[in-house]
């Protein structure tokens, strides 16, 4: 049996230097928060949890803080957050992802010069609540090409077009083309990271020539469920995991294909890949 790995499966930049900052300052004995898990992955947040590290997940559990340092995590988080940190006092520690950060830039100066803002990205996803954040009026977020197609312009005003960095490549020129069309005045800036299409692209390739694809990551995983969506397409014969516990081969295969969303452990795609190659 022929075990094909993705090169591109596990942590990307921003999560590992997002995790690796908690797992350090867990070392420094200091009191340690998260506003939000700090990726979207149990085993992970369940393993800092048993070292003391609490999950803040409101805005009352967020001003509450009295002592200690509060992590944001890769995902960033509203200007008024932000804010509020300062304003509060509160020690903290940014860790949003520079292409994310990026995005907060662009959507701030762009709704600044009053140009509409619209989002394309999953509704209620922590990035894009973030994002959505940073716009000086209120943003539009579009994630149903439906939605696309229905969108009216609102102002006299230009439109200024982002993207979440972990949304389907092929489906966001989708909703571009659909926009472009009504003739507006429109600015689109492609805020994918380079890292989520190279997944996605690879992801895609190993698919089509498996007769079964594994795809782990967590269930609260927008871009780990991308995965599993453009994986079925071009393999029938795919599985959602979250670990090995949740693996169940119905029958044998010739070839499989691996890959794993940017919250996935190294640990937990090693179990999964030794399972499949010392099993079958």
């Known amino acids: 049996m022929e075990v094909t790995l993705a090169k591109t499966a596990g942590f990307c930049f921003g999560v590992k230097r997002a995790v690796d900052m908690v797992y ?34 409101t805005e ?40 994310v950060k990026r995005i907060h ?5 762009e709704s600044r010069e009053g140009k509409e803002i619209i989002i394309i990205g999953n509704s209620g996803h922590p990035e894009v609540e973030g994002i959505k954040g940073w716009s000086k009026i209120p943003a539009t977020i579009i994630e149903e090409l439906s ?31 659909i926009l472009e069309k009504k003739g507006y005045d429109i600015n689109i800036v492609n805020t994918i990271c380079d890292a989520t299409r190279k997944r996605q692209a690879e992801a895609k390739e190993i698919a089509m020539n498996s007769d079964a694809m594994i795809v782990i990551g967590d269930a609260q995983s927008s871009n780990s469920r991308k995965l599993y969506e453009i994986c079925k397409r071009e393999c029938p014969d795919t599985f959602f995991i979250q670990t090995l516990r949740d693996l169940e081969l119905e029958k044998e295969y010739g070839r499989i294909g691996i890959t794993a969303g940017a919250s996935t452990p190294n640990n937990i795609i090693e179990e999964v890949q030794k399972y499949v190659r010392i099993k079958f």
């Open 105 to 109: 830039g662009i959507v701030d100066k």
């Open 147 to 177: 939605q696309a197609e229905s969108y009216e312009k609102k102002s006299e005003n230009g439109i200024c077009v982002v993207s979440q960095t972990t949304f389907n490549y092929n489906k966001f020129q989708d909703f571009v083309e």
């Open 24 to 57: 350090e300052q867990v070392e420094t004995g200091k009191k340690i928060y998260t506003y939000g898990p700090i990726i979207h992955n149990d085993e992970v947040v369940k393993d800092l949890e048993s070292k003391g590290v609490v999950t803040l997940r």
């Open 60 to 99: 009352e559990e967020l001003l509450s803080v009295q002592e200690g340092v509060v992590i944001i995590r890769s995902h960033g988080v509203p200007e008024y957050i932000m804010q509020l940190l300062e304003d509060k006092g509160i020690d903290y520690i940014d860790m949003t992802c520079p292409f």
